[in-house]
Nanobody, 127 residues
Framework: QVQLVESGGGLVQAGDSLRLSCAASGRTFSNYAMGWFRQAPGKEREFVAAISRSGENTGYAASVKGRFTISRDDSKNTVDLQMSGLKPEDTAIYYC????????????????????WGQGTQVTVSS
């Protein structure tokens, strides 16, 4: 198991930027593909972005592509989500997740493959 702790959420205005960070501990971070998901009130938890174990490949939901950027720093055991051009519909609790993956280049976009989750950080975007 790996323990995940998110930070960086907050209240911002539409058009602003925000950077979320997820700190991992407990296991070899480089063995895990990482992802960000979000859950708005009354909605299912949905995929936002993911990055492969190697860090070379990334994937994004259509709703955030071009606005959000995921990155990882294995020397610090962190994965970040840089969000720009925020919209009110981006309001949600954002969760960091880790999936132990045998393939270094694969990007994990399916929620069911992730078995380690953080507690989440709230992002609220006002119009």
């Amino acid at each position: 198991q790996v323990q995940l702790v998110e930070s960086g959420g907050g209240l911002v205005q539409a058009g602003d930027s925000l950077r979320l960070s997820c700190a991992a501990s407990g296991r070899t971070f480089s063995n895990y593909a990482m992802g960000w998901f979000r859950q708005a009130p009354g909605k299912e938890r949905e995929f936002v972005a993911a990055i492969s174990r190697s860090g070379e490949n990334t994937g994004y939901a259509a709703s955030v592509k071009g606005r959000f950027t995921i990155s990882r720093d294995d020397s610090k055991n962190t994965v970040d989500l840089q969000m720009s051009g925020l919209k009110p519909e981006d309001t949600a609790i954002y969760y960091c997740a880790a999936a132990r993956y045998p393939t270094a280049q694969a990007v994990a976009v399916m929620k069911r493959v992730y078995d380690n989750w953080g507690q989440g950080t709230q992002v609220t975007v006002s119009s």
